[in-house]
């Protein structure tokens, strides 16, 4: 009698298909067998066990072959848009299957709570939403009426009666942090200017007894007079018209500094709005009218801010939109000049860029036109079974990745019903539309790039690019980071003749740089863009008209036309912004056409050679250049530019005020009629547009074929709105607050090209040390820097800094923490620095900053220190 016993055992562990598989193995057996032994004379069975080898079929798991790719552009069908202005009945609409994400950041602790509750919801956390408030900068109003907002002294104060912290606390609970200047939290600047943004919070920390005596003394002198507890202005009572947004926590905090204006004075008129509503004021309005004193802004950053320096030039002065209330802002000569050394990258090194904006952020606290509120933590909740790339500083609605990404977990197709607080808010158009976060996230869903984006970090990544060099003068600040974009310094860098430098807006030709510059002009830098080998052809716009050449040309005509006064859609105001652009810009060519190679010639740069690359304005219909809100062809802005030729419509929404006309929408509403109107004229007389320059691109059998597309598209759809991305829009109905856009199986990457971002690594930080310190004695804090329960590498890590706080909450010392081991850091405080500090409290910060997430990351400990 025999007996076979196999034991095979296997442990399988991934995340990948498996698959069985049988194959022969020999193994080793171990068979019973019964032998005769003779014993003693005596003959006897024994059972023994004896080992073996034998061959046996073993089946196994094996990894199986993922199936190839085969689907193009977007991997849903449908995405539909709807409007939802409540976070609370989209929460409940999510759980319900009504709705499959929320495009919006959450910050209300009780609502957060919810996603996290759910068992059917999931988010992404991201910390690019800020709040802040806007002032009006007119001192005096139309109907003779004082507005303190007006001056800046009583701006500045207002830093004072503010109470930051009750903010982020009481009405955000928690899921907010104090901000004071012009500089996201989510950036690297935040971590670079530390040491001044310290100092500011310190100036301007809340005391409402200095801000009241900042505020009386400022409108004494302005000719008011306090009435029985009532600030007056020639016998009337002086009335703050606060604009105060609904939907979310601005509520809560307008209310707030109604409360803190009214208990020193001030009447306020409280009006509550919706953001479609409050826009139609602090947009669209003259600030001289008055319809509003203070409003209650929310803004989102779309990418991670690499390079801050902007924000001053963006946000306190005429440089930053052609708006009636950016027109109206008055900054100092000081101010203004600093901001606009910043605004076009005009510094030499890192140390002087780093004193400019040391200058700079003082002044603006000066200014005031804003006052920084607070920094959001933010959470975009969406059913468990979706997955999409979210921007860490902009979310799901500023991702550019989002439409290239959105999937269903094992699922091709489908629709995707996606809800926001607002939808089309402004008109759209290409030129000078409407840039509300809400809207240009379907935007972006249309949109053809150059670069995109990286969601975790800001750097630019090629798409249409096959590469990039970036020839910059030896010295400058710029840094690589990727391959793709080759950074090479230089001695000089001289433009070609034959670059087009300006633009001759009343022949309608290009101004060479030979022409231009009376010597021949040198430039800082000098960006080549090489496309990749089978661009324009794989490229096509939603109507099925070809992209060609004359799309990039018409865009870059396009940001010169309007800014000149012989054009016939000159609109004055872009030029403060124009004429800051025009101050670093030296030319740019065709170098060639197939492939595409352009080469652009400026004295702005950015910090990182791939950022310089997107500096490029005639690059391709993409963020960053071209057209400010969205993409465009050539053909589908020609009825858009004849009915503003003929005053009948206007892009920008400060010209269509000063005219008394509509704003171009390229949606919907009477603008479109119009468009229809001029399109049939343009193909009547295969109309090409700047004929002088464009003719060499555009044959008027090409004109009447594009003109053809359109009509067509626009009989379809109904609108005039075209791109090159991922969707197109099918449907846009504003009354209902819906655009429906279906999949472009012409877009040309494969769905799973972009499928690497599917979280963001940030680091897990834990400050450990003494809770007391001997002064004059030396003191080791160890910082342990984790992702996943996993040491953070130390060659991953861009920054971890320390900075110092002694008893009084000043700044006393900052550096560099010492690098042990992956995942380990050191703090040594040494007694030099213990015997500078007092007795009492102090407070250590660490700030860790990763270069795979670019999201500085803080933890504080507090330690005692005594003789």
Not at 465 to 470: G, R, T
Request: with cysteine.
């Amino acid at each position: 009698m025999k007996k076979l016993l196999v034991i095979l055992s296997l442990l399988v562990v991934g995340t990948l298909a498996l698959a069985a598989c049988a194959t022969p193995e020999a193994v080793t057996v171990y068979e019973t067998v019964e032998v005769e032994k003779v014993v003693e004379g005596e003959t006897i069975i024994e059972t023994v066990e004896v080992e073996k080898e034998v061959e046996v079929i073993k089946e196994v798991e094996v990894e199986a072959e993922p199936e190839p790719v085969t689907r193009q552009g977007a991997w849903v069908d449908t995405v539909v848009f709807v409007e939802e202005p409540s976070s609370d009945n989209a929460i409940t609409r999510l759980e319900a299957g009504d709705i499959d994400v929320y495009a919006f950041n959450i910050a209300e602790a009780p609502i957060a709570q919810r996603i996290y509750d759910s068992e059917v919801l999931k988010s992404y956390t991201s910390y690019g939403s800020y709040n802040e408030l806007t002032f009006n900068p007119v001192l005096e109003l139309e109907d003779g009426s004082l507005n303190p907002f007006g001056d800046a002294q009583v701006r500045e104060a207002m830093n004072w009666l503010i109470d930051r912290s009750y903010i982020t606390q009481e009405i955000m609970g928690g899921m907010g942090r104090p901000r004071f200047v012009a500089i996201n939290y989510a950036s690297k600047d935040s971590a670079e200017m530390a040491d001044i943004i310290a100092a500011m919070e310190l100036k301007y920390a809340h005391d409402p007894a200095k801000a009241e005596e900042v505020i009386t003394a400022r409108m004494v002198e302005l000719g008011a007079e306090m009435v029985d507890g009532v600030w007056q202005f020639n016998g009337a009572p002086v009335v703050i018209v606060g604009l105060i947004r609904v939907e979310d926590e601005r509520l809560e905090i307008g209310d707030y500094v109604a409360n803190q204006l009214e208990d020193i004075g001030f009447t306020v008129d409280r009006q509550y709005k919706t953001s479609a509503e409050a826009s139609a004021c602090w947009i669209s309005s003259d600030p001289a009218t008055g319809c509003f004193s203070y409003y209650t802004g929310g803004w989102v950053s779309t990418v991670i801010s690499r390079n801050a320096q902007y924000n001053f030039g963006d946000f306190y002065t005429p440089l930053g939109w052609g708006i009636p209330l950016w027109q109206a802002y008055q900054p100092s000569d000081e101010f203004f000049a600093v901001a606009d050394k910043l605004y076009n990258s005009d510094y030499a090194d890192v140390a002087e860029r780093k004193e400019l904006m040391s200058q700079v952020i003082p002044l603006s606290m000066e200014d005031s036109a804003r006052v920084w509120l607070l920094d959001a933590t933010g959470i975009a909740p969406l059913r468990k079974e979706l997955s999409v790339a979210a921007d860490l500083s902009g979310s799901i609605y500023g991702a550019t990745l989002w439409p290239l990404t959105l999937q269903y977990e094992n699922q091709v197709g489908g629709s995707v019903t996606i809800a926001m607080p607002s939808m089309m808010t402004q008109a759209w158009n290409p030129v000078a539309g409407s840039n509300w976060v809400y809207d240009m996230m379907p935007m972006r869903g249309a949109k053809g790039n150059a670069v995109i984006p990286d969601p975790f970090t800001g750097l630019n990544l090629p798409c249409r690019l096959e590469s990039a060099a970036v020839y910059a003068l030896e010295g400058l600040p710029i840094g690589q980071t990727m391959d793709w974009a080759v950074l090479e310094f230089v001695d000089e860098i001289v433009v070609p003749d034959d670059a087009w430098a300006d633009w001759d807006a009343e022949n309608q030709v290009w101004i060479t740089a030979a022409e231009r510059f009376e010597e021949p002009a040198t430039a800082k830098t000098k960006v080549v863009m090489t496309y990749e080998a089978d661009f324009p052809g794989n490229t096509t716009w939603h109507d099925g008209s070809p992209f060609t050449m004359a799309d990039m040309v018409m865009g870059m005509i396009m940001n010169f036309d309007p800014s000149k006064e012989a054009s016939a859609i000159y609109d004055e105001g872009t030029v403060p912004s124009f004429d800051s652009f025009m101050s670093t810009f030296k030319g740019w060519r065709i170098v060639s056409e197939a492939p595409v190679v352009i080469e652009y010639y400026t004295d702005a740069y950015s910090l990182d050679a791939e950022q310089s690359v997107s500096n490029f304005r005639a690059a391709f219909p993409n963020e960053g250049g071209l057209y400010a809100q969205g993409s465009a062809a050539w053909h589908n802005i020609v009825p858009a530019w004849l009915a503003e030729a003929n005053g009948e419509m206007a892009f920008s929404d400060d010209k269509a005020t000063a005219l008394e006309v509509d704003q171009t929408n390229y949606l919907a509403g009477p603008t479109v009629e119009l468009m229809k109107a001029k399109l049939d004229e343009a193909l009547a007389g295969a109309y090409i547009p700047y004929e002088p320059t464009l003719g060499a691109y555009i044959t008027a059998e090409e004109a009447t074929t594009r003109y053809e597309n359109l009509q067509a598209w626009l009989g379809r759809t109904g609108h005039i709105y075209l791109g090159t991305g991922a969707f197109y829009i099918q449907k846009a109905f504003p009354v209902e607050g819906t655009i429906i856009m279906q999949r472009n199986p012409e877009y040309p990457d494969m769905a799973d090209r972009w499928s690497q971002f599917a979280e963001a690594p940030v680091p897990e930080v834990l400050l450990d040390g003494p809770g007391e310190v001997a002064i004059g004695g030396e003191a080791a804090f160890d910082v342990f820097i984790d992702f996943k329960g996993e040491p953070y590498l130390t060659d991953d890590l861009a920054m971890v800094k320390y900075l110092l706080f002694d008893a009084t909450g000043a700044l006393a010392f900052q550096g560099q923490a010492e690098p042990v081991e992956d995942g380990y850091w050191q703090v040594v405080l040494d007694a030099d620095t213990t015997g500078a500090l007092t007795a009492g409290s102090n407070k250590l910060g660490v700030i860790v900053v990763s270069k795979r997430a670019l999201v500085p990351i803080t933890q504080t400990a507090e330690f005692v220190t005594a003789e």
